[in-house]
């Protein structure tokens, strides 16, 4: 929690004990019943989302006070999404896009090149996947039990290509024959028991609406009449959005895919015959695992593994579109260029994650465009860094990303973007306080 005060000569901005002091600009106090706020000065405005910082009149807090010298120039923009970029975990913050880009000026920069399938790297990135899962299931067959957590891992990784390839096949990049990507897609998801027809109805609408409030599908922002509505509800969500969120794509998947009420009439006929292929799968595989190793073998080779890819599914999608200075904006004020390019971050993880999940961290060119296929991804975002750099939301994978992810990134509200659960209900956010204790923060 900050806030900052102006004085003639300087600023004054105060830091909670869990935030490092950053140095601004000066800006202008407001007031409103029962919270102080603060205002960006419109320089800062200039590459940085207008924000405001809260603190409630009605409590107490340590806080620390540093003064430093107050600057009216627009390299001071620059400086602030440095450190605030810093505070944050990210190597980037980018300035704002003009209102007036368009997605489509945006897609004519990039290279022809880059939408170009190339059927012996998509297939070469099926057998990478396969080769990769049939070592992980070696791994854990010859493993000692302690370095089975080494062999999940791995395992869990490896299937989250699987995944990977099922969603190049979902937006039409894998193959110029639909017919084989429906096929390719449905068999590569079926170890992750996902439902890829109802996945893809979902996932379409991800990229229509990135970032829309409400009508986005992927890791809205918590609704604070949802979050008031009941304590026991209230709970599960700060446990779901704190604790629990590297796992929440299991909950996704559960409560989005199964239900036919879901979809519109026209889907609902795909939604049945991937439906029926998952529940063969698991009717035929988990039988067969269990004839074969038993129950605790189905633990180790296939749910243990599962519980890997889903990590990667929920740290990759929230990493993906979700920072305290990224909004989540109302139909009305949506901007497609502004969500597509400012509102998607692109983050590196060690290499290793990158081959076996195919570039899927190479986000802001498949956000451009989701026809570029998952190995053009690299090429296409060096286009996107020469020509919008400035622009561009980029990490590498820390611990201070996922903790202010993890401990800020909570529910929706206009000004702030995102308020903490600790914020609002200090009583209930036990959880939020041990993660804030415990995991690491640093860059």
């Known amino acids: 929690m900050a806030c900052r005060i102006a004085a003639p000569d300087s600023v004054f901005l105060f830091v909670g004990a869990n935030q490092r002091p950053i140095k601004t600009q000066k800006f202008a106090g407001q007031c409103s019943t029962g919270f102080n706020g603060f205002a960006w000065d419109p320089l800062l ?87 990769s899962y049939a070592l992980g299931l070696l791994m854990i067959s010859k493993a000692p039990w302690f370095l089975l957590p080494f062999a999940w891992a791995w395992t869990g990784t490896a299937v989250t290509g699987f995944f990977v390839i099922g969603h190049d096949c979902a937006h039409k990049s894998f193959s110029k024959n639909k017919l084989v990507e429906d096929i390719v897609g449905t068999l590569a998801f079926l170890p992750l028991i996902y439902p890829y027809e109802p996945w893809r109805f ?122 305290p200075h990224i909004p989540f904006k109302p139909s009305e004020e949506w901007n497609a260029a502004q969500a597509q390019l400012n509102g998607t971050v692109h983050c590196d993880y060690p290499r290793w994650i990158e081959i076996l999940c195919h570039n899927i961290n190479v986000h802001i060119p498949h956000h451009i465009s989701s026809r570029i296929p998952s190995y053009n991804l690299p090429a296409a975002h060096r286009s996107i860094q020469e020509n919008w750099a400035k622009y561009l939301n980029e990490a590498t994978w820390n611990w201070r990303l996922m903790r202010t992810i993890m401990t800020v990134c909570h529910v929706y509200d206009k000004e702030q973007n995102y308020v903490p659960f600790d914020q609002l209900a200090p009583e209930d956010s036990q959880p939020v306080a041990f993660l804030k204790r415990v995991m690491p923060d640093y860059a």
């Not at 988990?286 to 519980?307: C, E, F, H, T």
């Open 45 to 131: 405005r200039q590459g940085t989302k207008q924000n405001k910082f809260l603190v409630h009149s009605r409590k107490s807090r340590t806080v620390q006070a540093v003064a430093v010298p107050a600057v009216s120039s627009a390299a001071d923009g620059a400086e602030y999404r440095k450190q605030l970029a810093e505070s944050y975990g990210f190597r980037q913050i980018g300035e704002d896009l003009p209102d007036d880009v368009t997605l489509k000026q945006v897609i004519d920069t990039l290279p022809k090149e880059v939408f170009e399938i190339d059927d012996a790297k998509a297939w070469k990135s099926v057998l990478t996947s396969a080769a």
């Open 202 to 323: 979902k996932h379409d609408r991800h990229h229509a609406k990135t970032n829309m409030l409400v009508e986005d599908t992927a890791w809205l922002p918590v609704d604070k009449e949802e979050f008031d509505s009941s304590p026991l509800l209230r709970k599960a969500i700060i446990y779901g959005y704190g604790p629990f969120r590297p796992w929440m794509s299991i909950a996704h998947w559960w409560l989005a895919h199964f239900s036919l009420k879901k979809f519109r009439p026209n889907e609902v006929q795909r939604v049945k015959i991937s439906l029926a292929c998952v529940f063969a799968f698991m009717g035929i595989g988990w039988p067969l695992i269990i004839y074969k190793a038993g129950v605790v073998g189905w633990i180790k080779y296939w749910l243990m593994p599962w519980l890997g890819y889903h990590f990667w599914m929920s740290t990759f999608t929230m990493v993906h579109h979700t920072a």
